[in-house]
């Protein structure tokens, strides 16, 4: 349909970044074609659904079942110990066991790598001791390993660790990677961001926690976003599904409602992106 | 894209309606340029008639911008809607252009200046 090259990149945001399967839905009506996906922390699973060509039901009954409230119900008692001292205290700190969602992950996606998907993939995550971003892309990633990293929420996941390298959640060095899809050369690049939300009421350390991270992310989101668009030579399509209710980080049960917020959203764009690709 | 220009008390004001993006954001940079070679040393757009913008419209309100700084000028923006704004504060641009809820707030902006 078009010789542009065309880049959907999934920010950070959790069970939100199902938007992207509304607006896949769109796209293959309309057979407007994806030549890259670039996914970061909860995108990356999604990305992930949409790079390896499943169907938007089959997206959503696996995201649906990976992504459960009770992967995040056993407590790593280690992390508590190096919290109170009784243990020595080292990059591996994540007060969530992550056995639930390491098993999930492999059930869902097996022994499939970032080289042998049906669109490119890339998936980005953050290096713990240097802070640079990772954009993992090639069959020297395990796509399993890819997701786990990515969605290394601090504090709730340990870094994982893959080779010699820990690697924390993908938004800490970039909640929305539209930089990936413009050094991939991408022409027409639509960008699906999500800002944190901030806490309503802070009553615990957790909490207080997850406040600072989404100020510090909410402003690394703004300032990246601000340079990708002035960098960029060609068009950056922001798609930003209005939601009435806020969503938490486990509220699956939404995520019908999230698809459908995704879909208004591209529909309003749809008429623009058409133009664009024909130009 | 529609776009009408004015000057009123000293203040350029150029209304713009439609989509801001990468196929009309020459039309509207054409517009802004005219204006700042003519000497408007006051420019404000008015976006009231805005519904969408992208990153090609990002580029070319701030390129409006740094040509009415480098000219002892000043540029702000008007009647903002709540798509467009979404967006420029996703961008960070409500931290480096003034914007202001109407026209009339945003020419009287400049009285003393």
């Known amino acids: 349909m078009s010789a542009k ?28 074609n994806v030549d890259m996906v670039v996914g970061c922390s909860g995108g990356s699973l999604y990305a992930a659904t949409i790079a390896l060509g499943w169907s938007t039901q ?24 190096q919290l109170f001292g009784l243990r020595r205290f080292d990059e591996r700190f ?13 059930e869902a996606f097996g022994n499939t790598n970032l080289g042998n998907t049906q669109i490119p993939l890339f998936i980005t995550a953050t290096d713990f001791y240097s802070g640079e971003q990772e954009v993992m892309h090639g069959s020297q990633y395990s796509l399993q390993d890819a997701l786990r990293a990515s969605i290394s929420i601090p504090y709730i996941f340990a870094p994982h660790k893959i080779g010699e390298r820990y ?35 802070v009553s615990s350390i957790l909490r207080y926690a997850f406040e600072i991270s989404s100020i510090t992310s909410n402003n690394l989101l703004q300032s990246n976003y601000a340079f990708h668009n002035l960098a960029h030579h060609s068009e950056i399509i922001p798609i930003m599904p209005e939601f009435e ?7 699956t049960d939404k995520i019908p409602y999230v698809i459908d917020a995704g879909e208004r959203a591209t ?12 130009s | 894209m529609e776009i009408n220009s004015r000057t009123e008390n000293d203040v350029t004001i150029v209304a713009v309606s439609g989509s801001i ?28 008639g805005v519904e969408y913008t992208s990153s090609a419209g990002l580029r070319c309100l701030l390129t409006v911008q740094k040509e009415m700084r480098q000219k002892g000028g000043d540029f702000r923006l008007a009647g903002v809607q709540p ?31």
């Not at chain 1, 994540?94 to 492999?106: F, M, P, W, Y």
């Not at chain 2, 993006?21 to 009231?48: C, N, P, R, W, Y």
């Open chain 1, 5 to 32: 090259k065309v880049a959907l990149v999934i920010g950070s945001g959790s069970v939100k970044c199902a938007a992207a399967l509304g607006l896949m839905k769109v796209f293959e009506r309309e057979k407007i």
């Open chain 1, 58 to 81: 089959k997206a959503i009954d696996e995201t649906l079942r990976l992504w459960t409230r009770d992967v995040t119900a056993a407590r790593n008692w280690g992390a508590y110990l």
């Open chain 1, 94 to 106: 994540g007060l969530v066991n992550d056995k639930l969602i390491r098993r999930r992950l492999s």
């Open chain 1, 167 to 201: 690697f924390v959640d993908g938004y800490l060095s970039d909640p929305l990677p539209v930089g990936v899809a413009i050094r991939e050369g991408a022409d027409v690049i639509i960008a699906i961001g999500f800002e944190s939300p901030y806490q309503t009421r």
């Open chain 1, 245 to 251: 209710h806020r969503i938490h980080l486990f509220d």
């Open chain 1, 267 to 278: 529909e309003e764009q749809l008429t623009y992106i058409r133009k664009l690709l024909e």
């Open chain 2, 21 to 48: 993006d990468a196929l009309t954001s020459e039309q509207m940079l054409a517009a802004f340029m005219k204006e700042i070679e003519s000497g408007a040393a006051h420019l404000v757009a008015d976006l009231s």
């Open chain 2, 83 to 113: 798509n467009v704004l979404k967006i420029l504060k996703l961008s960070g641009f409500t931290r480096l252009i003034k914007m202001y809820d109407s026209v009339a707030e945003a020419a009287a902006s400049f009285s003393g200046e």
